[in-house]
Nanobody, 115 residues
Framework: QVQLVESGGGLVQAGGSLRLSCAASGSIFSNYPRGWYRQAPGKRRELVAS???????NYADSVKGRFTISRDNAKNTVYLQMNSLKPEDSAVYYC?????????WGQGTQVTVSS
């Protein structure tokens, strides 16, 4: 059974950093794109960053220059390094993987940035 487990969320002051991890189990995802999304209360889930199997990255304009997505295929894990955090970055962060026509999601990890 496929499982994605996020970790690394928490409470941080504005300007601080957090590193999120998303470990996958139940299947090998090294050949598939991975992504991080977030959803704030009352808002739609939005793409934060994505990375292809070959390492090509894409970022939302709001996080460019502050966030970095990376992956370790040997560990079946994707990371999101978040620097210079702002209160508007507060949300539940979800990771996903798109395997052909199926999208798998993690349970989410809360990130709260205080001003």
């Amino acid at each position: 059974q496929v499982q994605l487990v996020e970790s690394g969320g928490g409470l941080v002051q504005a300007g601080g950093s957090l590193r999120l991890s998303c470990a996958a189990s139940g299947s090998i995802f090294s050949n598939y794109p991975r992504g991080w999304y977030r959803q704030a209360p009352g808002k739609r889930r939005e793409l934060v960053a994505s990375i292809t199997s070959s390492g090509i990255t894409n970022y939302a304009d709001s996080v460019k220059g502050r966030f970095t997505i990376s992956r370790d295929n040997a560990k079946n894990t994707v990371y999101l390094q978040m620097n210079s955090l702002k209160p508007e970055d507060s949300a539940v962060y979800y990771c996903n993987v798109v395997k052909v026509v199926i999208t798998y999601w993690g349970q989410g990890t809360q990130v709260t940035v205080s001003s």
